[in-house]
């Protein structure tokens, strides 16, 4: 019964520098989240899967972000170029099917991405 | 635009007595509300949620009041405990949307 998983825990990456984070959901679950907490920050939505219907990108703060979902499982978030505000702590989480009462998010231990 | 808002930073209470947090919204359209419990270096784990066809649901120390005319709903953690201290965040559903308040960090003192 593993949870959702992602990697690295932590990146430290230079300004400019493209970076990728990874996110293994819990299995069986179709709907996949990325938030992102910066320091002294809530979670800020980034983009919702669910199944194969197209993502709901509206969080995505620009377009050096990106995301794919391969096979309905595995996700991956991309940072093009990226820069010092993009540092923060990126958190995956994902559940059976939307957010509703019955299925709760549940949530990886997240990435600490770092620009310098 | 923040649709979920939790306007208290922090929180500090003695042990053993009432934690209350609260959380405010502004979609009419959110369904369901949540709430999450938060430690250090881990992710947020659900704690527990309130349709919005209620206004109330109890999980032992725990109990959600939810106020739909108000737009606001509160977390009430009683007795607590030192283990309670986390941050809490407040989350609100709509079809598969879910967004989260800014966290309200409560501190719980022995």
């Known amino acids: 019964g593993a949870g959702v998983s992602q990697s690295p825990s932590n990146k430290v990456t230079e300004k400019g520098k493209d970076v990728e984070l990874r996110c293994d959901p819990i299995s069986g679950h179709t709907a996949l989240y990325w938030y992102r907490q910066s320091l002294g920050q809530g979670l800020e939505f980034l983009i919702y899967?669910?199944?194969?219907?197209?993502?709901?990108k509206s969080g995505l703060p620009s377009d050096r972000f990106s995301a794919e979902r391969t096979g309905g499982s595995v996700s991956t978030l991309t940072i093009q170029r990226t820069q010092q505000e993009d540092s923060a702590v990126y958190l995956c989480?994902?559940?059976?099917?939307?957010?509703?009462?019955?299925?709760?998010?549940?949530f990886g231990n997240g990435t600490r991405l770092t620009v310098t | 635009d923040q649709q979920v808002k939790q306007n208290s930073p922090s929180l500090s209470v003695q042990e053993g007595r009432i934690s209350i947090l609260n959380c405010d919204y502004t979609?009419?359209?959110?369904?369901?509300f949540l709430w999450y419990k938060k430690y250090p270096a881990e992710g947020p784990t659900f704690l527990i949620s309130?349709?919005?066809?209620?206004d109330k649901n109890e999980d032992g120390r725990f109990t959600v009041f939810l106020n739909k005319s108000a737009k606001h709903l509160s977390l009430h953690i009683v007795p607590s405990q030192p283990g309670d201290s986390a941050v809490y965040f407040c989350a609100a559903s709509a079809n598969n949307d879910m967004r989260f308040g800014a966290g309200t960090r409560l501190t719980v003192k022995p």
């Open positions: 899967f669910q199944g194969n219907s197209a993502p709901d």
């Open positions: 309130i349709s919005s066809i209620k």
């Open positions: 989480a994902s559940s059976r099917g939307g957010g509703r009462a019955g299925s709760p998010l549940h």
């Open positions: 979609n009419s359209m959110f369904d369901y």
